[in-house]
């Protein structure tokens, strides 16, 4: 489902709807404006409609041409205009999928996109229910370099609303990957850790925030463990796992993820590792190395300090009854003497 976009909010919203709108399988739901009337959608297909593609992904050479198409649909009830497009993806802050703006100008594997003629753009007039499927081709250039390049065919359409310019956006995904140099290269460029402690010493948390970079040139996404070890790299609390959404080549990402029930152990050493792995419609890039980094922090031990504190006290209140007892025993031991001496100089 989509949402109009408004768009002086920029970059950053369109990327995230455009996310959004990326994460189906199959043919785009509906998008529906405000009356609930207007709905466009889009896929991959074959010369008979879609054909079941979640995404694009083509293997090609440098200089290489290929051809496929992709299906346009009116699931409203009003007549629309779809401009259709291909433009360059990148990584939103929050780690989403997200495409270029309507009007930016791809400089990518969304350049690499014609459609009939060599044109960049179509404009395509459809009735409401009706469908088209329109052929576009891929061209590499000669210069093409190694590795994943991202892109993705748009259908756009614009409508005014007051003074406001609504772009309603949907889109899939395209990779086009070039042969030569594969490398795969996550790497943890910062990490760091903090404690927070709980009412009961064994229920305090670890969350470790790490900075995760995409240096190679394939997408990748990773499985992720964190935990926290103490002395002796004996486990303080049960590891955490989370997937990694997939980081385009270039990409950087910060993550936090939090260990719970860890106690006041005081030394502790957070650790993440990740194992990269790719989309199941991705290419096979062979062999995928694991990460790992690690790091210390403190949870101080209150309960045993205060314990100790406790113990001292008491210990310091046994130590000075001790005192006054032994001089009240060595002063009645002296009256109790001088007693016996005077009974006897009396007798």
Avoid: C
């Avoid at 790992?292 to 046994?318: E, F, G, H, K, S």
Wanted: glycine residues 8%; without cysteine; aromatic residues 6%.
């Amino acid at each position: 489902m989509t949402r109009p976009i408004r768009r002086p909010l920029g970059l950053a919203l369109s990327g995230l709807f455009v996310a959004g709108s990326l994460l189906v399988a199959a043919p785009t739901p509906a998008a529906h404006a405000d009356d609930d009337t207007s709905g466009i959608s889009g896929a991959p297909a074959g010369v008979n409609g879609a054909d079941g593609r979640s995404r694009f992904s083509y293997q090609l050479s440098p200089g290489q041409h290929l051809d496929d198409q992709y299906v346009l649909r009116n699931t409203g009830t009003t007549p629309e205009t779809m401009k259709v497009f291909a433009t360059d993806a990148y990584n939103t802050d929050d780690g989403a999928f997200g495409l270029l703006e309507t009007d930016s100008v791809p400089t990518d594997a969304g350049s690499w996109v014609s459609f009939t003629g060599g044109a960049k753009t179509l404009e395509v007039p459809l009735d409401p229910g009706a469908t088209k499927v329109i052929p576009f081709s891929v061209d590499a250039p000669a210069d093409a370099s190694p590795g994943d390049h991202a892109a993705g065919i748009v259908i756009s359409v614009q409508s005014a609303q007051g003074a406001i310019l609504v772009d309603r956006r949907v889109a899939t995904r395209l990779y086009a990957r070039v042969p030569g140099a594969l490398q795969s290269s996550l790497t943890i460029s910062s990490i760091s850790a903090s404690y927070s402690s709980a009412l009961s010493p064994l229920q305090g948390s670890t969350t470790l925030t790490y900075t995760i970079r995409n240096n190679g040139n394939i997408a990748l996404s990773a499985h992720m463990v964190a935990g926290v070890n103490t002395y002796f790299g004996i486990a303080a609390a049960s590891p955490v796992r989370q997937d990694l959404a997939e980081m385009l080549p270039g990409s950087t990402r910060t993550v936090s993820l939090t260990v719970p029930d860890v106690g006041q152990l005081g030394y502790l050493n957070p650790y993440v590792s990740m194992a990269p792995f790719v989309d199941g419609d991705a290419l096979d890039p062979g062999a995928l190395t694991n990460v790992d980094r690690d790091t210390v922090t403190l949870a101080m031990p209150w309960w045993l300090i205060i314990l100790l504190v406790i113990a001292l006290i008491v210990y310091a209140i046994i130590r000075l009854r001790r005192r006054r007892d032994e001089k009240i025993a060595a002063a009645w031991l002296e009256y109790t003497e001088a007693e016996a001496r005077r009974h006897a100089v009396v007798q």
